[in-house]
């Protein structure tokens, strides 16, 4: 059973323009999500987090926005840049586990 | 040092091979983790060690063993592997848990590309 789920294994979108990836998850004790980048043979990179204290969290180009009643979280990338094309993984915890569940990625392609 | 370093970057071993996979960080995080990535999925855990203790293990068969001898060193012994035990190796450290809300995330390092035939 997948508890976090990325439905769109990839997304295509121009340089300048938004990049919106989608993260659902079925785990109501999640309470702490985090975004990562992962480069061809490189480990991921953290992104952005966010706790389910707050419904946006914000870095620079990078906002997280989570929806706890949709147990939805998204990741919103303006512009986007073409540095920016690798899969991006979201990844949920539950309190007081040192436990990450990761979804299974989606591969973002921005076209310069 | 903001790193965690992983070696050896890649790894070819037999089935009857012993062999160790290491990791490495000194930022001061206490708790550290195994991770196994197979091609096109999510990474998965395997291991988590807190202040040098194991924590957490996820089922992994026996011929996967950590060892943790010290806050900054994180080993994963590797004996009889098979060969659908062929992935990426991650290994992670994070600061230990506290009360504040903020920043749980992860430094994962680059991983070790293990190949058993």
Redesign the interface.
């Known amino acids: 059973d997948q508890q ?1 789920k990325q439905n769109s294994p990839s997304l295509s979108v121009q340089e300048g323009r938004i990049s919106i990836l989608n993260c659902d998850y079925t785990n109501s004790m999640f309470d ?1 999500f ?1 975004w ?1 980048k992962k480069y061809p ?6 992104l952005i ?1 966010i ?1 389910s ?1 707050k419904d946006k969290n914000e870095d620079g180009r990078f906002t997280v926005f989570l929806n706890k009643s949709a147990k939805h979280l998204s990741l919103h990338i303006v512009p986007s840049q073409p540095g920016d094309s690798a899969v991006y ?1 979201c990844a949920a ?1 539950a309190s ?5 569940i ?4 989606t591969r973002l392609k921005v076209l310069a | 040092d903001t790193e ?1 370093t ?1 070696t050896p970057k890649h790894l070819v071993m037999g089935m009857t091979n012993k062999k160790s996979l290491k990791c490495e960080q000194h930022m001061g995080h206490r ?1 550290m ?1 195994w991770y196994k990535q197979k091609a ?6 395997m291991f ?1 060690y ?1 202040y040098e203790k194991l ?2 293990n996820e089922s992994v068969p026996s011929r996967f063993s950590p060892e943790c001898p010290n806050s900054s060193l994180l080993n994963l012994h590797l004996h009889a592997l098979q060969p659908e035990d062929s992935a990426l190796y ?1 290994c ?1 450290s ?1 600061q230990a ?1 506290g009360t504040s ?11 070790t ?1 293990l190949t058993v035939v």
């Open positions: 976090v702490y985090l990562y043979a490189e480990g991921p990179t953290f987090s706790s204290i993984f915890s007081g586990t040192y436990k990450y990761f979804g299974t990625g | 965690v992983q708790a983790y096109k999925k999510p990474p998965e855990l988590v807190s924590s957490i991650l992670a994070s848990h809300e903020e920043y749980y995330g992860y430094t994962f390092g680059s991983g590309r």
